[in-house]
C-alpha cells in the first residue's frame, strides 16, 4: 500500500470554494488511477473524480461535474480536488485513494472502492447554508 495524506479540508459557506490535496509517497508514480471518494454521517462511501495516471482523464460524480476539477502533479505525487460552488449537500469527509494493482479499462473505471488499494484517512469538509 501507499501511504497518502489529504489536507485542505475545512468550513466554508455555500457558494464557497476549497481545495483539497493528497500527498503520495512510495510507488504511487506507477499507480492505474487516483481518486476522490467522500462519505457523508450515515451514508455509504460514494465515488467523486478520478484521474488517470498515465493519460490524465478525468472522470466526475454527476453531482459535481461542472464545479470540481481533479489534478494531478506526477513530478511531486500529488492529486488535488479544486471544489467550487460548494453546496451544503458537498459536506463530508473526503478520501484520497491510489489504484496501484486493479486494471481496468473502458467507461466507469475506477469509480467503485474496491479498485482502489490505499486509502488515506480523510478530512473534513463542512459547507454551512
Known amino acids: 500500500q501507499v501511504p497518502l495524506v489529504e489536507s485542505g479540508g475545512g468550513l466554508v459557506q455555500a457558494g464557497g470554494s476549497l481545495r483539497l490535496s493528497c500527498a503520495a509517497s512510495?510507488?504511487?508514480?506507477?499507480?492505474?488511477?487516483m481518486g476522490w471518494f467522500r462519505q457523508a454521517p450515515g451514508k455509504e462511501r460514494e465515488f467523486v473524480a478520478t484521474?488517470?495516471?498515465?493519460?490524465?482523464?478525468?472522470t466526475y460524480a454527476d453531482s459535481v461535474k461542472g464545479r470540481f476539477t481533479i489534478s494531478r502533479d506526477s513530478a511531486k505525487n500529488t492529486v488535488d480536488l479544486q471544489m467550487n460552488s460548494l453546496k451544503p449537500e458537498d459536506t463530508a469527509v473526503y478520501y484520497c485513494a491510489e489504484a496501484g494493482s486493479y486494471y481496468c479499462a473502458g467507461s466507469g473505471c475506477y469509480e467503485r472502492p474496491y479498485e482502489y488499494d490505499s486509502w488515506g484517512q480523510g478530512t473534513r469538509v463542512t459547507v454551512s447554508s
Open positions: 512510495g510507488r504511487a508514480d506507477t499507480s492505474y488511477a
Open positions: 484521474i488517470n495516471a498515465n493519460l490524465g482523464r478525468a
